[in-house]
């Protein structure tokens, strides 16, 4: 059971460069998220997906898109990446719905966008 | 939406010493978490717990929903300890979760 999984751990990309964040959790959870972690700081909710085929947004979607591509499957997608994305980026998931709501997270991509 | 405060902001201490981490919330909710971010990153589950008290060895957790607060209660602190306490709670429909700013803590050998 690897729970959340993550790839890349680690990334750089220029200024106006795209690329997409991928999640995978093997619990069989309905929802899914995506946060972003600044420096210093807690983590502020960028979208979640509270079942297969719906989406929505959450504190700061600006800038990123999302797909949740199956049950098991949620992707963040910057389109064109800038300075001020440079962040820590986890996934999580939960069984919302269910007798807990407990969140589990990913190990997290750190990126960084010069 | 919902507001997360936790206090203190630092904490520094002896090895071996108790410490008590407040989280406030200002509106009711149907989840709450308490999380230890490790110093390389790592995000780990301490508790889940939107209401009543839980122990889990050396940690427990008490949240009181009608007063809107939890506490997470550390006590015969190690080095191991140190990282950043974070209090996650959501709303009644349970899917937009509100990360609080965290406690730093620091375990002196």
């Known amino acids: 059971n690897a729970g959340v999984t993550q790839t890349p751990k680690f990334q750089v990309l220029k200024t106006g460069q795209s690329m997409t964040l991928q999640c995978a959790q093997d619990m069989n959870h309905n929802s899914m998220y995506w946060y972003r972690q600044d420096p210093g700081m807690g983590l502020r909710l960028i979208y979640y997906s509270a079942s297969e085929g719906t989406t929505d947004k959450g504190e700061v979607p600006n800038g990123y898109n999302v797909s949740r591509l199956n049950k098991r499957e949620f992707s963040l997608r910057l389109e064109s990446a800038a300075p001020s994305q440079t962040s820590v980026y986890f996934c999580?998931?939960?069984?919302?719905?269910?007798?807990?709501?407990?969140?589990?997270f990913g190990p997290g991509t750190r990126l960084t966008v010069t | 939406g919902i507001q997360v405060e936790q206090s203190p902001p630092d904490l520094i201490l002896q090895e071996g010493a108790n410490s008590t981490l407040r989280c406030n919330f200002s509106d009711s909710v149907n989840n709450l978490q308490w999380f230890h971010q490790n110093p390389w990153g790592q995000l780990i589950n301490l508790f889940y717990?939107?209401?009543g008290t839980k122990q889990n060895g050396r940690l427990s957790a008490t949240t009181v929903a009608t007063e809107r607060y939890s506490l997470l209660y550390i006590s015969s602190s190690q080095t191991t300890d140190s990282g950043v306490y974070f209090c996650a709670v959501a709303d009644n429909y349970g899917q937009n979760f509100v990360f609080g700013p965290g406690t730093r803590l620091s375990v002196l050998p």
């Open positions: 999580a998931s939960n069984s919302a719905g269910g007798p807990s709501y407990e969140q589990y």
């Open positions: 717990i939107p209401s």
